[in-house]
């Protein structure tokens, strides 16, 4: 049974930064792309990175290019985000997901199959 469950949010200052963490158990982590979305309040779900199994493909939203970088432990089945000089627009709930087939990567909400409970990011101004 695939588990992710993330970790790292809180509250902080605009400007502040914070690391998020997805502990992934059930499956064999090695094998799947991941990737982080976040949905704020009455918004849909919108993607924010995405790294491949191998770690060498990464993508971004433009948004955060530059400030956000995702990064995996594929030792310790541990994904990470590592958000920099945030902004309140970036207040939202952060989930991590599982591709839905093993080495395929995708930048939409349908090639994510598995979510963790989300954790949540409150930016403020």
């Known amino acids: 049974q695939v588990q992710l469950a993330e970790s790292g949010g809180g509250l902080v200052q605009a400007g502040g930064s914070l690391r998020l963490s997805c502990t992934a158990s059930?499956?064999?982590?090695?094998?799947?792309?991941m990737g982080w979305f976040r949905q704020a309040p009455g918004k849909e779900r919108e993607f924010v990175s995405a790294?491949?199994?191998?770690?060498?493909?990464?993508f971004y939203t433009d948004s955060v290019k530059g400030r956000f970088t995702i990064s995996r432990d594929n030792a310790k089945n541990t994904l990470y985000l590592q958000m920099n000089s945030l902004k309140p627009e970036d207040t939202a709930n952060y989930y991590c997901?599982?591709?839905?087939?093993?080495?395929?990567?995708?930048?939409?909400?349908?090639?994510?199959?598995?979510w963790g409970q989300g954790t949540q990011v409150t930016v403020s101004s």
């Open positions: 790294i491949s199994w191998d770690g060498v493909t990464i």
């Open positions: 059930g499956y064999t982590f090695i094998m799947y792309s």
């Open positions: 997901g599982r591709a839905v087939n093993p080495f395929t990567m995708g930048r939409d909400y349908p090639s994510y199959g598995s």
